[in-house]
């Protein structure tokens, strides 16, 4: 079954609140990786994290792999319409697959 | 321009005739994967590639097929399609895999049918 889950599903925000997604796995991950998917396109890498408790930030993202490197966290400050999309996660389990979770669809209601 | 290139973008069949859906890629990376997307369960891994003549089944690879003869091509065959095989269909290739600054990029996705 699925390896790597996200929560939510769904998120609808008001322009300009934050928002956040999570990303949980049943075994450690080597490493996380972040896409985000437009209505309509594909998969475009955002970021990778590899090591425990790792933060990075892009303007407004900021990304966190946990400590046990068993989840991981994207938030948005001040959503835009620009940040419409699909947000996934992607960790190695420790093979060759990525693994990809089931993403969190986010809209913006202007 | 670097890129991962699809087609077709569109297909709608019948069950039961085979099709192929190109994939190539001009970064000469190693590795390619297939996945197909559907509503609620994200992107699943169907095959993936390391290599020319190396290939391996991802988490649902029962009704496809790959070859990888060249290094910039991995086509995806479907030999009997099935009206479960209607998806979104995604072909992704990185420098290798595992290493720390590797990442997928994805081509532009095939939407197929059948009915």
């Known amino acids: 079954g699925q390896q790597v889950m996200q929560i939510p599903q769904y998120q609808h925000v008001q322009e300009g609140e934050d928002f956040t997604t999570y990303c949980n796995s049943s075994?450690?991950?080597?490493?996380i990786q972040w896409y985000k998917q437009r209505p309509g396109g594909h998969p475009v890498f955002l970021i990778q994290?590899?090591?425990?408790?790792e933060v990075k930030k892009q303007k407004r993202l900021t990304f966190q792999f946990g400590e046990a490197k068993k989840n991981s966290s994207l938030h948005i400050t001040a959503t835009q319409t620009t940040d419409v999309g699909t947000y996934f996660c992607?960790?190695?389990?420790?093979?060759?697959?990525?693994?990809f979770g089931t993403g969190t669809r986010l809209t913006i209601i202007p | 321009e670097a890129q991962v290139t699809q087609n077709p973008r569109y297909l709608i069949t019948v069950t039961g005739k085979k099709l192929t859906v190109t994939c190539s890629q001009n970064?000469?990376?190693?590795?390619m994967s297939w996945y197909r997307q559907d509503p609620g369960l994200g992107l699943r891994q169907i095959y993936y590639?390391?290599?020319?003549?190396?290939?391996d089944k991802g988490d649902v690879p029962e009704g496809y097929k790959v070859s990888r003869k060249e290094k910039r091509n991995f086509p995806l065959i479907l030999e009997s399609p099935s009206p479960n095989q209607t998806s979104l269909y995604f072909c992704?290739?990185?420098?290798?895999?595992?290493?720390?600054?590797?990442?997928?990029?994805f081509g532009p996705g095939t939407r197929l049918t059948v009915l």
């Open positions: 992704a290739s990185s420098p290798s895999l595992g290493d720390s600054t590797d990442t997928q990029y």
């Open positions: 992607a960790g190695y389990l420790g093979n060759e697959k990525l693994t």
């Open positions: 970064m000469n990376h190693e590795y």
């Open positions: 075994t450690t991950l080597s490493n």
């Open positions: 994290l590899v090591k425990s408790g």
């Open positions: 590639s390391m290599n020319v003549e190396v290939t």
